[in-house]
C-alpha cells in the first residue's frame, strides 16, 4: 500500500474531543470540551420547526444565504463600529473551525510563518500544519497571561505573515486590553502581517471586562480577518455556523478556498439562526449575567475544595492547578480523573508550547445542577485519586 500523507503525521486527533469520548465511556460529567448542555434560545428552536417546513433544503449561495449575511452584517456592524457590506465583507462557514482554517489558507504559503499566543487553543496547531505554515509560538504569562512586547517584537522581527488573536482567549480567559491589542496592532503594521482573530467568546466577557474588536482598532480593518460563529453565543455548537468578515480582496479569495472546503453551511440552520442575529441587545446582557453567574458558582465551588485555578475574564473555561497529584502526565490525570472521580477534563498540555503538564481545564458552560454534581464529585478528588 502507498504511504499516507506527512502531512497528517505531525499532529494526533484533538485531545478535547477525545477527552469527551473517553468522559461518556465512564459517565463523568463532562466537563472537557466546551459546550453548553442547556437549551438553545426557544425562539431559534421554534423558527427551526417552521423552516422544515418551508423551502430551505437545498444549497444556499456558497458564501453564506442572503439573509443571513444580512442579519449577520448589521448585528456586527453596530458592534464592530463599522458599516460592513453583507455581499463583499462576509464568507459564512461551517463553524469557526472552518473559518480559521480558510482564513490561514487564504493568508499563508508553504513555509509561511505565523505567530501563536501559548496557550492557544488546539486547532491553531493543526490549522498551521495543513495549511504548510510554521508557528512561532510567544508565551502568555500566568496570572495575568500577559505577553512580554519584546518578545512578541521579536517574534514579528522572523517576518511572519500573519498572527492568530484568539479574544476573549480559550483556554487561559484572557481578555485583551486596549493598550494590549494596540501593541498588537503597531507591530502588525511595523512588519506588515495579518491578523487573523477568534472572537467566538466576543459576548462571553464579565465585568469589568469588556471585548474590543481588533478589527475595530485604528487602521486594523484592512489587515485584520475575523472570524467567530453563533456557536457559543446562542448555545448551538452542533448548527456549525460560522464566519469570516474581512475587507472585500480577502473575502474575495476567503470564498474561493470556503467553495472547495465545504461549499456551504448548512441552509435550514442558516435561515433559523436569523433570529437569533435579529435578537436585540437584552439577549446579549442575558448571556453575560448567565455565565457570569455560572462562574461565580463554580469558582466558589472550587474554592471551597481548595483547588488553586485561573479566574476567566472572559469565555467558560477555568485551569486548574492539580500539581499536588504529583502525575507525569496530565493526560493519564484526566484519565483517572475522570473514571476516579468521574469529572471529565482536559490536560492542559493539549494548549501549551511550553512544557506544562500541572494544569488541567475544566469549562462552565451548563446547568447550574450539572455544576453542582461535578462539584459534588471533586470534593472526594483527595481521596479517590492517590498521589503519585
Ligand atoms: N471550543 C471548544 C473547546 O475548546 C470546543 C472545541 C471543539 O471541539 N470544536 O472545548
Redesign the pocket.
Known sequence: MPELSKRTETFTD?V??RM?RISNQYGAVNL????PDFEPPRELLNRLAEVSNEDFHQYSITWGAQNFREALAEKQSRLMGRKIDPNAEIVVTC?S?EAMMAAMMTVANPGDKVIVFSPF???YGADTILSGAEPIYVPLYPPEFNFDPDELEAAFKQKPKALILCNPS??CGKVFTYDELKIIADLSEKYDAFVITDE?YEHIVYAPHKHTYFASLPNMWERTISCSSL??TYSI?GWRLGYIIAPAQIIEVAKKVHDFLTVGAAAPLQEAAVTGLRFGDDYYRQLRDKYTEKRDLFLKGLDDIGIAHTVPQGAY?ILLDVSEFGYKSDLEFCEVLARDVGVGA?PGSSFFREDVNHLIRL?FAKKNETLNKALNRLEHIRTKINKR
Do not use: A, D
Request: aromatic share 14%; hydrophobic share 20%.
Open positions: 484533538s478535547i474531543r469527551t472537557s470540551q466546551g459546550f463553524g473551525t487553543y488546539e486547532n480559550n483556554p467566538v456557536s457559543k455548537t473555561y482536559v469549562h
